[in-house]
């Protein structure tokens, strides 16, 4: 039985069906960012009501989730450069596949911590 | 042999050259190195940005607009920023035309999607260029 030459179904073809869902995401996240830090030339009110609103504990919990959109296509990204352009990449692009999802994990665990902080403490009156 | 050129069945009509003649543009080669290289330079610019922004110091709850003031006050993170926005809006803008080109089948769909895109594009990064450019501390 030959393996390795079936790309559907494979991590090949759901690392890049990932890479297309995080990066439209975070493209229409950026055009949205621009939009909301052109009010610093409306006036500094306009600005910090709208900002007020990325400070609430939904929107820091979609600040996560924009992270690790940012982070995936990052990692993902510099693992089909290596593909293309290492000589080796071909060969380890499934070991890189795990290498990228262990590195996401190990990074954001504590990113998730330290981002919700302040929303956890002010939910959970932590004054420890 | 008669020069008069009949219709059989082996004379096919100028193969492989009815939509493209001679000009083939290196413009998808040229496409496919930009995302590499401009990746490359976003992993520090943006990954840099969402430390900064989500992470140090406090996060996301000390940003208001006397930080950005002080922030942009410095020229350094006004070239940062400034090629931030360059590059995300090129590389992103060049992935949904990707994007487009693999999904919409009609041409017209096509075609008005990417103008719509492009115009999207286009607004977002003069308008964030004048942002940094013209950004006043002092106003209001």
Do not use: C
């Not at chain 1, 055009?31 to 504990?57: F, G, N, Q, W």
């Not at chain 2, 219709?7 to 493209?20: E, K």
């Not at chain 2, 002080?70 to 995300?88: E, K, T």
Request: zero cysteines; a positive charge.
């Amino acid at each position: 039985m030959s393996v390795g030459t079936l790309y559907r179904g494979g991590e090949g073809m759901w690392t890049w069906v990932l890479h297309r869902i995080t990066g439209v995401s975070v493209f229409f996240f950026l055009l949205v960012h621009v939009l909301d830090t052109a009010l610093v030339r409306v006036s500094p009110e306009a600005y910090d009501l709208v900002i007020a609103s990325y400070k609430t504990p939904i929107v820091n919990l979609l600040e996560v989730g924009l992270v690790g959109a940012v982070l995936y296509h990052a990692l993902n990204g510099l693992r089909v450069i290596l593909v293309d352009f290492w000589a080796k990449g071909p060969r380890y692009q499934r070991q890189m596949t795990w290498s990228i999802a262990a590195v996401w994990i190990v990074l954001m665990l504590p990113g998730t911590y330290f981002m919700l902080l302040h929303t956890i403490q002010a939910m959970f009156g932590s004054t420890a | 042999m008669s020069t008069t050129a009949q219709p059989g069945p082996v004379s096919i009509p100028a193969p492989r050259s009815s939509t493209r003649t001679g000009q083939r543009s290196n413009f998808e080669l040229y496409s496919w190195l930009f995302m590499r290289i401009s990746g490359i330079v976003l992993i520090f610019l943006v990954l840099g940005h969402l430390v900064i922004m989500n992470l140090l110091d406090g996060g996301v709850q000390r940003i208001n607009f006397a930080f950005v003031a002080g922030r942009w006050s410095s020229p350094f993170w006004q070239v940062w920023d400034l090629m931030m926005l360059w590059l995300a809006m090129l590389h992103g803008t060049n992935g949904m035309r990707t994007i487009i080109n693999d999904y919409a089948e009609r041409d017209q769909t096509r075609f008005w999607l990417k103008m719509l895109l492009y115009l999207a594009a286009a607004f977002t990064i003069i308008l964030g260029t004048l942002v940094i450019f013209t950004f006043d501390p002092n106003i209001g």
